[in-house]
Each structure stands twice: as C-alpha cells, then as structure tokens.
C-alpha cells in the first residue's frame, strides 16, 4: 500500500483594530461562536480584566504575571491543570489579554490543550499588535533559550483597543515600532518612508499615528504570513535584527527588553554585512530608530562576542552549522547572509 494525502491549512484570522474596540467585543465573541471563553491576562490589568471578563461571560479570569519568564513549560502546566479543574473543554475559547508573552503562552496552550481549541488574542502592547500577536506563532523558552518550543497556529481573532495602549511607558510604547521598521527595511520602502514621517507623531503617542503605524505593520506582516505560514522561504525575512538581537537577549537573562534587543541587533546584522549594507541604509535606519526613542548603541556590559557567538549559534533558524541572517541590501528589500565569528565580531567593534 503506497498512499499519499495533501491536508490544506483551512484558517481565517479576523484582526481588529481601533478606538473603541472594548465595547465590540461581545459581539466579536458572538460572531466567532465563542462558547464559555476563558480570559488569561496580565495580573497589572486585573481591574480591566476582570470588567471584560464580565462583559464577555468568561466562565473563568486567569490572572499571571507578564514577562519573559511566565513563558515556560511550568506555566504551561499550570495553565492546563486550571481549565481541566474549570471543566473547560475542546469547545472553549482561550482569551489572551496582555502583552506578547501572554499572548505567546495562551496562544501556545490553545493549540495544544487537548490537541487545540479556538484562542483569540487581545494584544494590550505596541510590540504584541505590531508582531508577537500576528501571524501565528505561539512559542514559550527552553533552558535559557528564547521560543525554542513553539507552534503555528492561527488566532480566530485579534483585536486591539488604542486606549488599551496609554498605561504604557514611553520606551515599552516605542518597541512595536522598532518592529514595524524592521519590516519596512527589508520589505517596503514606501512604508518605510510612512514610518519616518510618522515617527515625530509616535514619539508624542498621538492615536491616529499610531493606528496608521500598527496597519503598517499588521499589513506588512500579514501579506508574509499568508504567503509562507510556516516559514520556509519568504517569512524569514521577518527576522531582520533578530539573530543577534535574540541572542543579546538571552545572554541579558531579562535585564533587557526584546523590542531594544531588536533595534541594536537591527544596527549590529548591518555592520556584520557590512559587505552588503551600503552605509547610507545602515545610518537611515539608525536616525528611525532614534527618532522612534529606541537604543542604537551595543550595551558595551554585553558585547563579548564569544557568548553571543555561541548563543547565536543555537538559534532555531540556523541549518547545518549556518547561522542565517536577513540584512537590508537597500530600504524596502533585503538578502541572506550568513553570520559567523568573525562578521559578530566585526559589528562588536
């Protein structure tokens, strides 16, 4: 018997955004069919919460702390042993409310949790709507090592409140930018372009900048997505700044946050490539960033270029022994280069 079977990926993800978006999600809920939905939040939005919770009759409100660290297996088990005591079931609904650790965390035990139920992603940061709540992947951290066991799977819905963004501070505000930028580097010159026209605006946190700014960045990385889910081609290009910003933030052990990791890490692939990245793109990039309030200098209390090199190394991107990283060649396009010792190195200088 010699048999083959094709299964094609039958996935919508509806993404909402807006003012006053709060208030619809009754009837976005209702839309979907969500029954008996579980909210799983950040425990500094308990009073926010706890009132959406009413709203959307969760049968359960799951408060946990954010951060990197709630990203891990034993939180994983946590989570599960606390909807299987609830009574929840293959028909629940997991609701994440919270930035993009929650969301990661919720997202990666709604597709495994009894072999997957519905999950919808409520993203209360710039970082978590402009990237971490799009597109999919749902990862916790492993012996040190950032989402090195994760999923893809898509959220029924996302959906996002501008008001849910004012608590923030200004350098928690600024890293969804940082990864809008990144996109627009390697992948649209035009909305890179929008990004450094709106940057005055989102550095004073204006709500129609940055509605506009998270549909650039939901569209940009959506239309990848779509393209490759799984990431075997063109979906790598979302990980510009994020070879060695993820291994600057591993080594930082949580002292540094991930959207300030993305920017340096941004700057240092361009000087690593420097064979590739003509100065010009390298120096635009970085004035963006600044103009956006995030870091551009290399924390000299982690430049030690052996470290990163050997956490680089073990980075889930890389293929026998190469480790990949994608570099803007001009603004709005890009190319694979492979890091090595001495290109780490070099951008450490």
Not at 17 to 34: H, I, K, N, S
Not at 189 to 214: K, N, Y
Not at 320 to 345: E, F, K, Q, S
């Amino acid at each position: 018997m010699d048999q083959r079977f094709d299964f094609v990926r039958r996935q919508t993800s509806r993404i909402v955004l807006g003012r006053d978006v709060t208030a619809r999600l009754p009837e976005l809920l209702r839309e979907l069919g969500a029954r008996s939905p579980v909210l799983v939040h950040d425990e500094v939005l308990t009073p926010v919460a706890e009132r959406l919770a009413a709203a959307i009759g969760a049968r359960l409100c799951i408060a946990l702390p954010g951060g990197e660290q709630v990203k891990s297996l034993a939180q994983v088990g946590a989570l599960a042993s606390r909807l299987r005591a609830s009574g929840a079931d293959r028909g629940t609904t997991l609701v994440a409310f919270g930035g993009g650790t929650i969301v990661d965390l919720v997202g990666f035990v709604a597709s495994v949790w009894l072999r997957g139920v519905p999950f919808v992603a409520l993203p209360t940061t710039t970082l978590a709507l402009c990237d971490a709540a799009l597109g999919g992947k749902n990862g916790v951290d492993h012996d040190g090592r950032k989402n090195e066991l994760g999923t893809i799977r898509q959220p029924e819905l996302i959906a996002g409140d501008v008001a849910w963004l004012r608590s923030l501070p200004d350098d928690v505000f600024a890293e969804g930018f940082v990864e809008a930028a990144k996109m627009a580097a390697v992948l649209d010159a035009e909305r890179f372009a929008a990004l450094e026209r709106l940057a005055p605006r989102l550095r004073a946190r204006d709500d129609d900048a940055t509605l506009v700014a998270i549909g650039h960045a939901a569209a940009m990385k959506m239309a990848v997505v779509v393209a490759d889910e799984t990431e075997q081609d063109r979906r790598r290009w979302l990980n510009f700044g994020h070879t060695i910003g993820h291994a600057l933030e591993s080594l930082a052990a949580g002292a540094l946050r991930h959207g300030p990791c993305v920017a340096i890490g941004m700057l240092a692939e361009c000087r690593a490539a420097a064979d590739h990245v003509p100065t010009a793109v390298h120096d635009r990039l970085r004035t963006l960033l600044q103009a956006l309030g995030a870091p551009v200098e290399f924390p000299r209390a982690y430049a030690d270029a052996a470290q990163l090199w050997q956490l680089a190394q073990h980075d889930k991107k890389a293929r026998d022994g190469v480790v990949p990283m994608i570099v803007p060649t001009a603004i709005g396009t890009g190319a694979v280069v492979p890091l090595d010792a001495a290109r780490l190195a070099k951008a450490l200088a």
